[in-house]
């Protein structure tokens, strides 16, 4: 059977499939069959002469095109021998291609055909990258960033386009610096996707290969372009290709067809986390959506009743045929309530929406549909527009709200403080903030009626300052105990929204210190990278300093990325493409506050120091220095600034 028939074959099984779960409507056989076949004609229409014709979702194109013309693989210049740049494209694990010795070589692969590349895996060999870009190019000579790696590591890069412009011909790996003096290695170079759908005269697929949008997604391997890439996973069961939201209600998924189209029925595959109620939509510019279909009372109370486990369940087929043809450009599914699984029975939990394809039939549509630009960084001067230096003789409660545990907020991470308004722990002095910890052999009582042994203090601008990017600084001074945790960060504004949270709402760790005098870390958490897989790196001091002496710590945010320095000296860059390509969604466009608190042990310090008592990550020769009242975190100032 041919790849091409394979890949009709699958779809029409899983279109006619009623097995698989529960159709709320939809074409007959015969009719759905149709819909195949135009669905493949389109694709094979859109590839053009000369390009791999019939590839499946899951198909390497750059391997394809290589097979059918060598000549289409290419590079600046080679090692000799049998390392030329066919062999990053031959499928042969054990061959591998080795450029010139220089940092600006590079690899390129000629596709045939315009596709939407929704995925670049490239293997290294030991001779890897550590600064290199890979490009696409829609004719060989215009090129635009889809990923830039500046600090590689080597081994397997998987580099995911969502969401970027990504209409291209040609994919190309250009070096900028090399980790080793050799040359740069890749047993494999690898690209993924497919032709976006074509207007269309007859019935087909408009979604196909389009651009999809969401308003949350779990990680970078499961984006929103998953769900229009044209896999339909045989069973409805299994990780590939689908798109995957985060653990709430109201989340979306939505396509762009290019231009205005005739919609006529829509498929949906379902993960086994399918929504219990939703609404399909449709809209002309992408603000505003007409509801035109919901399952009724019945369909949602029978799915609503099919419970099952998270290990045993498969997946479901939504075959929606509308009474009546609907126009529009844009299209959603906006889910109103997940499915529930036995975790275990009698016991249920909810996970996010997940969807392997969303298939929207009819006429119309364009190719042309493309994701924007990513942003760039802003060129105007900053300016301060907050700042305080603790001049007088109390907090300046107009720039800072003091938090309370059990009142304005819970425990969390396991920490084994309570947070207290209290100038025993949060005193002006000589021009400083001072939060000094407390032990209470007797316990503390928070409000609601949590115990403690210890209060400490915490303090952030949520009432007096919010703002999007920005540069951020504190000049600060530490103590060192294991599992003390004095910590400067930023966090989403909108982290009390229930349909938002944590780590939806990002955090930005400017600096964080779990009681070790060289260094200090920072970090960043959003969907895809939080709690222990956050982004971040260690900052070691220089010889002769510590964290007990003044340092300024900071970060500058930007629309492109985050940049964090020590003294005025950068350490660590998250760029925001980086980020979108191998992490997850980019949460960092809306407004944050800055926090300065003082907590004692929890996750972060119990697992770098393992102690387990007295308190978890707090060993009992710290317990004894907050007992003294020898463990004070000092700050001098506080600034945030922005561009004019």
Same mark, same amino acid.
């Given at each position: 059977?041919?790849?091409?028939?394979?890949?009709?074959?699958?779809?029409?099984?899983?279109?006619?499939?009623?097995?698989?779960?529960?159709?709320?409507?939809?074409?007959?056989? &015969?009719?759905? @069959?149709?819909? $195949? =076949? *135009?669905?493949? +004609? #389109?694709?094979? /229409? !859109?590839?053009? %002469?000369?390009?791999?014709?019939?590839? &499946?979702?899951? @198909?390497?194109? $750059? =391997? *394809?095109?290589? +097979? #059918?013309?060598? /000549? !289409?693989?290419? %590079?600046?210049?080679?090692?000799?021998?049998?390392?030329? @740049?066919?062999? $990053?494209?031959?499928?042969? +694990?054990?061959?591998?291609?080795?450029?010139?010795?220089?940092?600006?070589?590079?690899?390129?692969?000629?596709?045939?055909?315009?596709?939407?590349?929704?995925?670049?895996?490239?293997?290294?060999?030991?001779?890897?990258?550590?600064?290199?870009?890979?490009?696409?190019?829609?004719?060989?000579?215009?090129?635009?960033?889809?990923?830039?790696?500046?600090?590689?590591?080597?081994?397997?890069?998987?580099?995911?386009?969502?969401?970027?412009?990504?209409?291209?011909?040609?994919?190309?790996?250009?070096?900028?610096?090399?980790?080793?003096?050799?040359?740069?290695?890749?047993?494999?170079?690898?690209?993924?996707?497919?032709?976006?759908?074509?207007?269309?005269?007859?019935?087909?697929?408009?979604?196909?290969?389009?651009?999809?949008?969401?308003?949350?997604?779990?990680?970078?391997?499961?984006?929103?372009?998953?769900?229009?890439?044209?896999?339909?996973?045989?069973?409805?069961?299994?990780?590939?290709?689908?798109?995957?939201?985060?653990?709430?209600?109201?989340?979306?998924?939505?396509?762009?067809?290019?231009?205005?189209?005739?919609?006529?029925?829509?498929?949906?595959?379902?993960?086994?986390?399918?929504?219990?109620?939703?609404?399909?939509?449709?809209?002309?510019?992408?603000?505003?959506?007409?509801?035109?279909?919901?399952?009724?009372?019945?369909?949602?109370?029978?799915?609503?009743?099919?419970?099952?486990?998270?290990?045993?369940?498969?997946?479901?087929?939504?075959?929606?045929?509308?009474?009546?043809?609907?126009?529009?450009?844009?299209?959603?599914?906006?889910?109103?309530?997940?499915?529930?699984?036995?975790?275990?029975?009698?016991?249920?939990?909810?996970?996010?929406?997940?969807?392997?394809?969303?298939?929207?039939?009819?006429?119309?549509?364009?190719?042309?549909?493309?994701?924007?630009?990513?942003?760039?960084?802003?060129?105007?001067?900053?300016?301060?527009?907050?700042?305080?230096?603790?001049?007088?003789?109390?907090?300046?409660?107009?720039?800072?709200?003091?938090?309370?545990?059990?009142?304005?907020?819970?425990?969390?991470?396991?920490?084994?403080?309570?947070?207290?308004?209290?100038?025993?722990?949060?005193?002006?002095?000589?021009?400083?903030?001072?939060?000094?910890?407390?032990?209470?052999?007797?316990?503390?009582?928070?409000?609601?009626?949590?115990?403690?042994?210890?209060?400490?203090?915490?303090?952030?601008?949520?009432?007096?300052?919010?703002?999007?990017?920005?540069?951020?600084?504190?000049?600060?001074?530490?103590?060192?105990?294991?599992?003390?945790?004095?910590?400067?960060?930023?966090?989403?504004?909108?982290?009390?929204?229930?349909?938002?949270?944590?780590?939806?709402?990002?955090?930005?760790?400017?600096?964080?210190?779990?009681?070790?005098?060289?260094?200090?870390?920072?970090?960043?958490?959003?969907?895809?990278?939080?709690?222990?897989?956050?982004?971040?790196?260690?900052?070691?001091?220089?010889?002769?300093?510590?964290?007990?002496?003044?340092?300024?710590?900071?970060?500058?945010?930007?629309?492109?990325?985050?940049?964090?320095?020590?003294?005025?000296?950068?350490?660590?860059?998250?760029?925001?493409?980086?980020?979108?390509?191998?992490?997850?969604?980019?949460?960092?466009?809306?407004?944050?506050?800055?926090?300065?608190?003082?907590?004692?042990?929890?996750?972060?310090?119990?697992?770098?120091?393992?102690?387990?008592?007295?308190?978890?990550?707090?060993?009992?020769?710290?317990?004894?220095?907050?007992?003294?009242?020898?463990?004070?975190?000092?700050?001098?100032?506080?600034?945030?600034?922005?561009?004019?």
């Amino acid at each position: 059977m041919t790849e091409l028939s394979r890949r009709n074959a699958l779809l029409l099984a899983a279109l006619t499939a009623g097995a698989t779960g529960l159709p709320l409507s939809g074409p007959a056989p &015969a009719q759905a @069959a149709a819909q $195949a =076949a *135009a669905q493949a +004609a #389109a694709q094979g /229409a !859109a590839q053009g %002469a000369g390009a791999p014709s019939g590839l &499946a979702w899951d @198909a390497d194109w $750059a =391997a *394809a095109a290589y +097979a #059918a013309d060598p /000549a !289409a693989a290419s %590079a600046s210049g080679a090692e000799g021998g049998p390392f030329g @740049a066919g062999a $990053a494209f031959d499928g042969n +694990a054990g061959s591998r291609f080795s450029s010139n010795f220089a940092d600006d070589a590079w690899i390129r692969i000629d596709l045939g055909s315009v596709i939407r590349v929704s995925q670049v895996v490239l293997v290294w060999e030991a001779a890897y990258g550590l600064r290199y870009v890979v490009e696409v190019s829609r004719d060989g000579a215009a090129w635009q960033s889809v990923y830039t790696e500046n600090a590689g590591t080597g081994g397997t890069t998987t580099i995911h386009t969502h969401p970027q412009p990504a209409l291209a011909r040609y994919v190309r790996m250009r070096g900028l610096q090399r980790a080793t003096p050799y040359g740069y290695s890749l047993y494999a170079f690898q690209v993924y996707g497919g032709a976006p759908a074509p207007a269309a005269t007859s019935t087909a697929d408009l979604a196909l290969n389009h651009p999809g949008d969401s308003n949350y997604y779990q990680d970078a391997g499961h984006t929103p372009l998953h769900a229009f890439d044209g896999g339909v996973p045989a069973g409805l069961t299994g990780d590939a290709t689908r798109w995957a939201s985060d653990w709430n209600d109201h989340r979306w998924i939505s396509v762009d067809l290019g231009a205005p189209a005739r919609i006529t029925a829509f498929d949906l595959h379902w993960e086994s986390a399918y929504a219990v109620d939703y609404q399909l939509q449709v809209s002309d510019d992408n603000q505003n959506w007409r509801t035109v279909h919901q399952p009724t009372a019945a369909q949602v109370a029978a799915r609503d009743a099919d419970i099952g486990t998270p290990g045993s369940s498969a997946g479901l087929h939504d075959a929606v045929t509308l009474p009546a043809a609907v126009t529009g450009r844009y299209v959603r599914m906006l889910g109103l309530r997940r499915r529930r699984f036995y975790s275990p029975a009698p016991y249920t939990a909810q996970f996010g929406y997940s969807l392997y394809a969303f298939q929207v039939w009819g006429t119309g549509g364009s190719a042309a549909a493309e994701y924007p630009a990513l942003p760039v960084d802003g060129t105007g001067a900053y300016r301060t527009v907050f700042f305080d230096d603790f001049a007088g003789t109390a907090l300046d409660r107009s720039k800072w709200r003091v938090v309370v545990t059990g009142s304005t907020m819970g425990s969390v991470n396991g920490e084994s403080q309570a947070y207290v308004d209290d100038p025993s722990t949060l005193r002006i002095s000589d021009s400083q903030l001072l939060i000094t910890p407390r032990h209470l052999p007797g316990g503390y009582t928070a409000p609601g009626g949590g115990r403690y042994a210890f209060t400490s203090a915490r303090i952030d601008t949520s009432a007096a300052v919010r703002f999007t990017h920005g540069r951020v600084s504190a000049r600060m001074k530490l103590p060192v105990g294991l599992g003390l945790w004095p910590a400067f960060w930023l966090l989403g504004a909108n982290v009390d929204d229930p349909d938002v949270s944590w780590p939806d709402c990002g955090e930005i760790d400017v600096m964080e210190n779990i009681g070790y005098p060289d260094w200090t870390s920072s970090s960043l958490h959003g969907p895809g990278y939080s709690a222990d897989g956050n982004i971040g790196g260690l900052r070691h001091f220089p010889a002769g300093q510590d964290v007990t002496g003044w340092h300024v710590y900071a970060v500058e945010w930007t629309p492109a990325g985050m940049r964090f320095s020590l003294d005025g000296t950068a350490y660590l860059e998250v760029p925001r493409q980086k980020t979108l390509a191998t992490r997850g969604a980019w949460v960092f466009d809306r407004d944050q506050y800055v926090i300065l608190n003082f907590a004692l042990g929890g996750a972060y310090p119990a697992g770098w120091n393992k102690v387990t008592t007295p308190y978890w990550g707090l060993p009992q020769a710290t317990v004894d220095q907050v007992a003294a009242g020898a463990a004070t975190l000092a700050v001098d100032w506080v600034r945030v600034e922005q561009r004019a």
